[in-house]
């Protein structure tokens, strides 16, 4: 094997989007955040692994994503798309039956020439200045909106990773001013929003790191393993160096594994001479810099030669790697590489 083997486990994914939905009351829908190739794992897969588990509404962040979750589950579900309905969607939007979460003026007046009597929802901010129809906006739109029938309104949480942050009471605050009146369904929780309680939770929750096993949700299953195969091994003499740079050097006699897998595979370069891979429950040392297709590790204190190392497993989750490499579990999922081997597996693979 001359690539490194991505497993998959979709049973981890359905008992994480569980989880989260027992999080909230029964009478709130979880949804499934599958944006970005449902982060980096296949969309089409985990869109059909959720709707096994019973989830009936999919969120992407552009049209064009929502093709392939639509193919993968057929009519019947909703599938949303974050940024809405821009210039050039609507035959996208029209074809693959996507509800554009309108979030913009202009949007809607596009929306509503373009494609009148086609299903929207609504996205307000309340204080992230990404994405959103401000206050003032709604309150001239809001009566002929409605009168158009959404059948969504959302907002996003810029800080619900940290509980205490006063931004998550301020934005729910706004988001209550906007539509708590409102009998259409409402919602502004993400993974962090599902954890911070009942009242972020409205009618609908749309998780999407917490599925995929990544922090804020502490309690998920890890859902990617990534064993990457050894492909050669060299015995070095003191005061010998490895890889580029020569940013390591040995003081002692040393083992170095070198391993199929790189930057070029989503292996960030910054975790170089500082992260670790597992022989089992052995940690190994990476041993000098990420190189594009390569990986230099000391094994020296192995009593057998190692078939294999894994950077993410048990021991180690795409939380760990994305604390050294100064980065964020999202990053890392969304990074992982193309010339795996990916293995899905679970009863919903
Ligand atoms: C990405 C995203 C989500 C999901 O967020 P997680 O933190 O991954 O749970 C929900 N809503 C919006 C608008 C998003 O962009």
């Given at each position: 094997m001359g690539t490194g083997t991505l497993t998959i486990d979709l049973d981890a994914l359905a008992a994480n989007w569980r989880a989260l939905d027992a999080?909230?009351?029964?009478t709130v829908e979880t949804a499934a955040t599958v944006k970005a190739n449902g982060y980096g794992l296949d969309a089409g897969r985990v869109a059909r692994a959720l709707a096994g588990a019973g989830a009936r509404r999919f969120f992407v962040a552009v049209a064009e994503e929502g093709a392939s979750v639509r193919a993968a589950l057929g009519p019947g579900p909703e599938v949303f798309v974050?940024?809405?309905?821009?210039?050039?969607d609507a035959e996208h939007l029209r074809a693959h039956d996507l509800i554009p979460m309108l979030n913009s003026v202009e949007q809607v007046t596009r929306h509503f020439e373009a494609l009148p009597g086609h299903p929207f929802g609504m996205q307000l901010d309340?204080?992230?200045?990404?994405?959103g129809i401000e206050a003032a906006d709604w309150s001239a739109l809001r009566d002929s909106v409605l009168a158009k029938g959404p059948v969504l309104v959302m907002s996003h949480l810029a800080?619900?990773?940290?509980?205490?942050?006063?931004m998550n009471a301020q934005q729910l605050r706004a988001f209550q001013a906007m539509?708590?009146?409102?009998?259409v369904p409402r919602s502004i929780a993400a993974t962090g929003g599902v954890l911070l309680g009942a009242e972020y939770h409205f009618e609908v929750t749309r998780p999407g790191i917490g599925l995929y096993?990544?922090?804020?949700?502490?309690a998920a299953r890890p859902v990617v393993r990534l064993s990457l195969p050894v492909i050669q091994l060299r015995d070095l003499t003191p005061g010998e160096t490895v890889g580029y740079g020569n940013s390591w050097t040995t003081d002692a006699p040393a083992r170095i594994a070198t391993v199929s897998g790189g930057y070029a595979d989503?292996?960030?370069?910054?975790i170089s001479n500082k992260a670790v891979l597992y022989a089992g429950d052995i940690p190994c040392p990476l041993a000098g810099r990420v190189s594009m297709d390569l990986l230099t590790i000391d094994?020296?204190?192995?009593?057998e030669a190692p078939e294999a190392l894994d950077l993410l497993c048990e021991q180690q989750t795409v939380d760990d790697i994305a604390d050294i490499a100064g980065t964020i579990g999202y990053e890392i999922l969304t990074s992982l590489g193309t010339r795996y081997d990916r293995t899905y597996i679970g009863v919903s693979a």
């Open positions: 999080l909230s009351a029964s974050y940024s809405g309905h821009m210039e050039g309340t204080g992230m200045n990404r994405l800080c619900s990773d940290d509980p205490d942050h006063p539509v708590g009146d409102l009998s096993g990544g922090l804020p949700f502490e989503g292996i960030l370069r910054a094994v020296t204190h192995l009593s």
